[in-house]
């Protein structure tokens, strides 16, 4: 008995020893429960000093004080959102920021953390372990970023995938024309999803070689939406929920649409669908400054999907403030069924009475071999749901025959049409473009290319990260053009189309930014040899076609 007194004490306290010496480590090695200093600095002289808890993600540290970074992917790694800009130097960037960095911020961040040259680099704060000392620059507008309350009061089906969401804020909330606002989700929704749809994305995400983010039980997870509105009163909102083939259901078999954040994105959409009127949400905001911009200028807006949403808010601004520089707004959707009809009379209205503004609907077809020229029955019902008025207004702009059978307006894509309406004559156009990267990259690259449009005067939110790297690599392309037309090349002009068609839809496009970075430094090799330029070009394509 004394003996199996004795064993058991024994044992207690070789456990808490080992406890003792494994919180020990992880005090070593990560700072953890260590108290720390975080220096926040901002705009116009503010300096702040808070002590800090050591071990836990720049992020996680920062919001547990009450400050608000953008993470909409919840500290996977894979929005980009949450770069912050450190005085200290806390590391190089792990293999998963990478790519979410272009070439100047990495080169900027190698000349800090080897040569200490420059003041501070940039990092994904969800990717910072704090385990020491830190100062960073948070600007004015995260500071005012704050937690917030609002009810669920109406919902209203747009499309067959697309809703519009109000909310009723519990507390004044501020914001600007083109913000946005992160939602937080109701964990037991997240779970049961996860629970019924888990195994099926996971292999989804294996397929297409995405990373599968599983649950982790008292996360909290995030979902931005941009608002759709410049009311304060009522917040408005767009979301969207789309299997990956809109042909199959998800209650059928068909895999839920997957973006970045994969899984998680999927399931905040559908988890902010299911919210009842009347239940309250938390979120915090505003996020954000793809705004317009003050000065006088002429404006291309670009829309497609749930990107319509910060447009819808940007356009208000524009006539509401009287605003009488020319403005044309291209629409992307598949077919006449995806433009959201609550709308389109608003903006045929405004074509009415706004002699500045030219609304431009561009219909790509859902499937290769998609006719979206011929209206299908979902169509023509959603035609014949309007009032007679606007049926009269639709088939009068042309977009529609009179019989209503047939789609009239544009079909295909956006890029190639921008020379129908603009000219090579205002360096200050701006374009603003929210919606599917594949659109947003190919209007980018189809406006540099044809109308000059420059880098700074191009305009959208981010939020999958690489949309940043990719316009850098735009606009790299289209100097490499330039020397390709000094160098006087016989087949400039076809290696210049080989070359945008690998850079743009075989790499970018696929998310390869750092591949694509390695293909335009091997062209420039290339061109930079005296001889044999195009053998190797040739080669150079047959590698990567
Ligand atoms: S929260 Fe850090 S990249 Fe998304």
New binding site residues.
């Given amino acids: 008995m004394t003996t199996s007194i004795i064993l058991s004490i024994a044992v207690i306290i070789i456990i808490m020893l080992a406890m003792a010496g494994l919180s020990e480590l992880t005090y070593q090695f990560f700072g953890k429960g260590k108290k720390l200093k975080l220096g926040i600095r901002s705009d116009g002289n503010f300096e702040k000093s808070l002590t800090i808890e050591g071990g836990d993600k720049l992020?996680n540290t920062l919001q547990n004080k009450g400050y608000h970074?953008?993470?909409?992917?919840?500290?996977?790694?894979?929005?980009?959102?949450?770069?912050i800009k450190l005085y200290t130097n806390m590391g190089p960037y792990s293999p998963t920021?990478t790519p979410?960095f272009d070439r100047k911020s990495r080169a900027d961040a190698s000349k800090f953390l080897e040569e200490g040259i420059g003041n501070g680099y940039t990092r994904?704060?969800?990717?910072v372990r704090v385990d020491k000392n830190i100062d960073i620059f948070l600007p004015k507008s995260t500071l005012q970023v704050k937690k917030y309350s609002a009810r669920l009061i109406k919902k209203t089906q747009l499309t067959s995938d697309k809703s519009e969401i109000s909310l009723k804020p519990l507390k004044k909330f501020n914001f600007k024309p083109g913000q946005y606002i992160q939602i937080g989700l109701p964990d037991d929704y997240v779970e049961q999803h996860y629970k019924k749809y888990g195994e099926q994305i996971s292999c989804f995400c294996k397929e297409r070689g995405k990373d599968y983010i599983p649950f982790t039980p008292g996360i909290d997870l995030y979902r931005a939406y941009s608002i759709a509105t410049i009311r304060r009163d009522v917040i408005k909102l767009i979301t969207r929920v789309a299997p990956i083939n809109p042909r199959v259901q998800i209650e059928n078999g068909g895999v839920p649409c997957l973006g970045p954040?994969c899984t998680q994105e999927y399931l905040q959409e559908k988890s902010i669908w299911n919210l009842w009127a009347g239940e309250k949400v938390k979120f915090t905001g505003p996020y954000g400054n793809f705004c317009l911009k003050e000065e006088k200028h002429k404006a291309v807006f670009v829309a497609g999907g749930a990107g319509l949403a910060p447009i819808l808010a940007l356009l208000d601004q524009w006539f509401a403030e009287g605003r009488k520089e020319k403005v044309y707004f291209f629409l992307g959707e598949r077919r006449f069924q995806d433009i959201p009809m609550l709308y389109i009379s608003k903006w045929l209205h405004w074509q009415k009475i706004h002699h500045n503004f030219k609304f431009i609907p561009v219909m790509s077809g859902a499937f290769r071999g998609d006719n979206p020229s011929q209206l299908d029955d979902i169509d023509k019902e959603c035609f014949l749901d309007l009032s007679e008025e606007h049926q009269k207004d639709i088939i009068k702009c042309g977009l529609i025959d009179k019989s209503g059978e047939k789609w009239l307006g544009h079909v295909g894509f956006i890029g190639p049409l921008l020379t129908n309406y603009l000219k090579h004559d205002d360096p200050k156009t701006t374009f603003y473009l929210c919606g599917p990267a594949p659109m947003t990259v190919t209007v980018i690259d189809s406006a540099a290319n044809t109308i000059g449009l420059k880098k700074e005067n191009v305009l959208f939110d981010d939020f999958t990260?690489t949309l940043t790297p990719s316009l850098d690599l735009i606009y790299q392309k289209l100097m490499m053009t330039k020397m390709f037309k000094q160098l006087g090349l016989h087949h400039a002009d076809k290696d210049i189309e080989k070359i945008t068609k690998i850079l743009v839809i075989k790499l970018i496009l696929r998310d390869k930014i750092d591949e694509s970075y390695i293909f335009l430094d091997k062209i420039k090799e290339i061109l930079a040899q005296q001889s044999d330029k195009e053998d190797l070009l040739n080669k150079l394509f047959k590698e990567y076609e």
């Fill in positions: 992020l970074i953008p993470s909409g992917c919840g500290g996977n790694a894979t929005c980009g959102q949450c770069k920021e979410l994904l704060s969800c990717q954040n990260g």
